[in-house]
């Protein structure tokens, strides 16, 4: 833009950020600081671009300078003679230097420095970001209606599945199941029907309560097969036919060994030889080897192991519990609770649908063959479908308008003009010229051809298909040509290609289309509120929609600020400040907040979140790797706000929270318009009555919260919930355990505000990651679940937000010293030690015995090191880490800033600190395990004249210790 000259506000975004360039405080020449925020769009963001000049926004005789300091500053304009250059690399500078976004916390200042390629020296213009996707509309139209949105939307989905799955749907039923219909491969091999069971099958682990399902991948060549919560979508269900287990997913695939690995994938079922017996201790194998769930979290792998009727090894059918709980309902009582709720929650498909194979059939893809996808005509003044309303032939077919169900009476299949009806397509649709309406006609006898032109009239001969104006407008009729709205139609085919948003799963190898969402993202956020959404978002999927029927509301919250006040000794990731709300705003919707009496300062400590998923993805994210965007890359958004009314609009939809930095503490009562309602259940405040009424609200995620924790979970989940007040004390309980061990004492306070942990459908890492929130992938945890606040992985995650990572713990293991909160908790809560369980320390042991240093350990050998202490010790036990914790938090700020300098400095203090309190001097352990100890730590030691710990602390020499499996 060096040269140019741009008439409306532009925005300069940075591309390693994402925030734009703002004057952060003052107005003028002396006192202006200008550095980087979220783009709000607001007047201290906005630049006009004339004649190499940057012309300020907030007062346009101002321009961006460099002072003589060589600092960003503002100038009169009159008084320059830079002229700014926005070059092919998108850097903008002044001769050989660039404007350049340190990447220094907290990311927030600019600076010259001398051109490079690096991406923290790129800046997008929000005039070029539009243009850019601007270019790639095919047409004008990505300023539609919701209701034909969400049409396309529900659409493009459903062709999504069929192209994927091969079906072609005739009626509305569900054609993944029935009884008579044929199942056709993609390879065209025919497969008879499933046999006796016309439902699919659930096999659910004794175990775990999760059930077996293909994770990711089609095939034999890139299954993955393994658990996950129960969701009764097609990857979890099998038909079984002759002991065979037919994947529902693709019914030519089926369940086999992988005998290489000792795992599962999927083979063809024609050259298949694998059996499969489901014995009657509920153990599935095949060869003398069983399905085998094993014990090491977060346990979704599955394998095939020696027969040895372990629980890890036993299944349920659903089908076969679900029948005996009809048969004998009291036998409820024998079975776990969340295996009743599946069984309740699997319907009898084939009852609903009944399909035949008339009505189902499986479409027959052979390789390199284009799919056929069915077309509906959209009237663009009643957003309904054309659409055969009654009858079945010519005689008797009435034809009119409906709102879109994707039901084959609105779909038509188009040939040179000829519009065959899918539900029969021996006919098509016709002119009847006697009564100026349509009708159904033999395609052999019509001779009927329609054009759509480009101001979209759909018309055979010189008549013009016409809604008219009067009555309930369901009725089409014939027209003279005149051009009105409601002579105006649009095809669903060109609709979908121009929505302006991406559809999801997208693959994680396509950068462009990922920088194209970046970029939708700021164009959207930027702008006016007075214009739609110029790149509506793809929510169906996640986070999820709201019916367009719920009723917004106006509903007060009291926000209190500034009482969390964080300790600056706590040395762990302390919670933000967040306060939950029962508000969710509407992907789209403008809403309002007013905060009345309050002064700028104060409202500057206030931003507003929708969305509590702030897990950003991005294609390098550990799990996107040769992989899938399964959501979109940034599912929230925050926003700053002023005294008095704030208007404000979500892409994407989430629930509304207020989050706050800074000291001054008050409260005040914020009232927020067109939002709705969500369930948010309080421990302690709520009652069950509330629950029943809040659980049946239409928002797609629910609060739980407690004194200590926050849950954002599906509320189509929560809704399962049988004892909630149960279930958030169990998280509670895990909260103080986590505490208790970080030896908070009264006098020592445990840091404040809550932990939040988010159900996710996909995170950047991990089946789980530590943070704030705490994030939770729904494939492999539903946080509603009773089971899920005792399972060893939440102890895991929470306890890495509890250790003092740089202080001691990363250098005794991050993943090792976090465990001692997950041993801790487990042994409290069940009496075990999974290191015992799991016959660890012996192996340990021995290894060290061969010559195994502690930096050559992996993370469960480095635990036994600091576990075989605490056994040896047990009149101090769990005490000699709670005092560790204390007295890493008593330090002075300059003695911890020593002690993080190196690792040497943290191995010493460890070692003074335990020998100390335990009064033995460990350095034989120290010394076995090949871990150093300075010399200088060796004589503090020394100088207390401490007996000294035994040589080899293992179970190996002390048989007596409970520490051999």
């Not at 693709?250 to 000792?262: A, D, E, I, R, T």
């Not at 993805?617 to 700053?640: A, C, I």
């Not at 090191?865 to 101090?876: A, D, G, Q, V």
Request: glycine share 8%; charged share 20%.
């Amino acid at each position: 833009m060096g040269s140019g000259e741009s008439y409306g506000p532009d925005f300069l975004i940075n591309q390693s950020t994402h925030t734009c360039l703002t004057v952060i405080s003052g107005s003028g020449v002396h006192d202006a600081v200008i550095g980087m925020s979220k783009c709000t769009g607001g007047i201290k963001q906005q630049w006009f671009a004339k004649n190499g000049q940057w012309h300020w926004g907030g007062n346009q005789a101002l321009c961006l300078s460099r002072d003589k300091s060589g600092k960003l500053c503002l100038a009169p304009q009159n008084t320059l003679s830079q002229s700014w250059v926005l070059d092919e690399q998108d850097r903008l500078g002044l001769g050989s230097e660039a404007l350049d976004v340190p990447w220094g916390s907290p990311r927030t200042q600019v600076i010259f420095y001398p051109k490079h390629s690096g991406l923290n020296q790129k800046w997008w213009t929000f005039s070029k970001l539009k243009a850019c996707l601007a270019d790639k509309q095919l047409t004008g139209e990505h300023c539609l209606a919701p209701a034909v949105l969400q049409m396309c939307r529900k659409e493009i989905s459903r062709c999504s599945a069929v192209k994927n799955n091969g079906w072609k749907s005739n009626s509305e039923c569900n054609c993944q199941v029935g009884k008579d219909f044929l199942m056709l491969s993609l390879s065209g091999e025919v497969i008879p029907n499933v046999g006796s069971t016309a439902n699919p099958e659930y096999l659910v682990s004794q175990s775990t309560l999760t059930c077996l399902t293909v994770l990711s991948g089609t095939g034999p060549s890139d299954a993955t097969i393994g658990l996950a919560p129960f969701s009764g979508t097609i990857n979890q269900q099998w038909f079984i036919r002759d002991s065979v287990w037919i994947w529902a997913g693709n019914p030519s695939h089926c369940l086999v060994p992988y005998w290489k690995q000792g795992t599962l994938t999927l083979g063809a079922v024609g050259s298949s030889k694998t059996s499969w017996n489901f014995d009657d201790q509920g153990m599935l194998e095949t060869n003398s080897r069983a399905l085998d769930v094993p014990w090491d979290n977060p346990r979704t792998r599955v394998i095939l192991y020696p027969k040895h009727g372990g629980v890890n090894q036993k299944w349920w059918k659903l089908s076969q519990v679900k029948s005996i709980l009809q048969k004998s309902p009291e036998m409820k009582a024998s079975y776990p609770a969340p295996l009743v709720n599946m069984a309740d929650r699997i319907s009898v498909q084939n009852q609903s649908c009944q399909c035949k194979e008339k009505s189902c059939t499986k479409v027959e893809l052979k390789a390199g063959a284009a799919f056929e996808e069915p077309e509906y005509l959209i009237s663009q003044s009643t957003h309904t479908c054309l659409t055969v309303l009654n009858g079945t032939s010519p005689n008797e077919a009435s034809i009119g308008l409906a709102p879109y169900t994707g039901d084959a009476r609105q779909q038509w299949f188009v040939k040179d003009g000829i519009w065959e009806w899918s539900q029969d397509r021996s006919y098509c649709l016709a002119p009847d010229l006697q009564k100026g309406m349509l009708k159904l006609a033999l395609n052999k006898d019509s001779g009927s051809s329609w054009t759509i032109d480009k101001d979209g009239l759909f018309v055979n001969r010189s008549r013009a298909l016409d809604v008219p104006w009067e009555g309930d407008r369901t009725k089409v009729i014939l027209y003279g040509k005149h051009g009105g709205i409601n002579q105006r139609w649009w095809r669903m085919s060109s609709l979908k290609s121009c929505v302006g948003c991406k559809m999801y799963p997208l693959s994680a190898a396509d950068e462009n289309t990922f920088k194209d969402e970046v970029a939708r993202g700021i164009v959207n956020r930027l702008c006016p509120l007075t214009e739609p959404l110029p790149h509506p978002r793809d929510i169906d999927h996640y986070p999820g929609t709201v019916a367009p029927g719920t009723p917004r509301k106006t509903l007060m919250c009291t926000l209190v600020v500034g009482t969390v006040q964080q300790r600056s000794n706590l040395r762990m990731t302390v919670p933000e400040d967040w306060q939950a709300t029962n508000m969710y705003v509407v992907a789209g919707d403008i809403f309002t907040i007013t905060l009345p009496n309050i002064t700028e300062k104060q409202a500057e400590q206030i931003t507003v979140r929708v969305g509590a998923h702030r897990d950003c993805l991005n294609p390098t994210s550990p799990n996107l790797q040769k992989g899938f965007f399964k959501r979109m890359p940034v599912v929230s958004e925050e926003f700053d706000i002023n005294p008095g009314v704030n208007r404000l609009r979500s892409q994407f939809g989430g629930n509304l929270i207020f989050t706050y930095e800074g000291k001054e503490r008050f409260n005040v009562t914020a009232e927020v318009k067109n939002v709705v309602e969500t369930p948010h259940y309080i421990l302690g405040k709520s009652s069950s009555t509330d629950w029943k009424k809040m659980k049946g609200l239409d928002a797609p995620f629910s609060v739980l919260e407690t004194d200590k924790a926050v849950l954002i979970a599906p509320t189509s989940e929560a809704r399962g919930i049988v004892d909630i007040d149960g279930l958030l004390r169990r998280y509670d309980d895990i909260m103080t355990k986590l505490e208790d061990l970080s030896g908070f004492t009264q006098n020592d306070p445990p840091p404040q505000g809550k932990q939040w942990m988010v159900d996710d459908v996909q995170i950047t890492a991990g089946s789980a990651h530590a943070g704030f929130p705490a994030m939770f992938d729904h494939q492999y945890y539903d946080l509603t679940s009773p089971e899920t606040p005792h399972d060893w992985v939440v102890w895991h995650e929470l306890g890495h937000n509890y250790q003092q990572g740089p202080y001691w713990s990363y250098a005794y293991g991050s993943e090792s010293t976090v465990n001692l909160f997950s041993l801790y908790i487990e042994e409290k809560l069940k009496g075990d030690d999974r290191l015992k369980r799991e016959n660890r320390y012996l192996p340990a042991a021995q290894a060290v015995d061969k010559g195994l240093t502690f930096e050559q350990a992996d993370c469960w050998q480095k635990l036994v090191f600091l576990m075989e202490i605490k056994h040896s010790f047990p009149s101090h036990g769990w005490d000699m880490y709670r005092h560790l914790n204390r007295t890493v938090r008593a330090l002075s700020e300059q003695d911890a800033a020593v002690l993080k300098k190196n690792r040497q400095n943290q191995y010493d203090y460890v070692y003074v600190t335990l020998s100390r309190f335990i009064g033995t001097d460990l350095l034989p352990h120290y010394q076995r395990w090949s871990l150093p100890v300075s010399e200088k730590a060796q004589n503090e030691v020394r100088s207390l004249r401490l007996p000294k710990a035994p040589q080899n602390m293992s179970a190996s020499s002390n048989p007596e210790q409970c520490m051999i499996s």
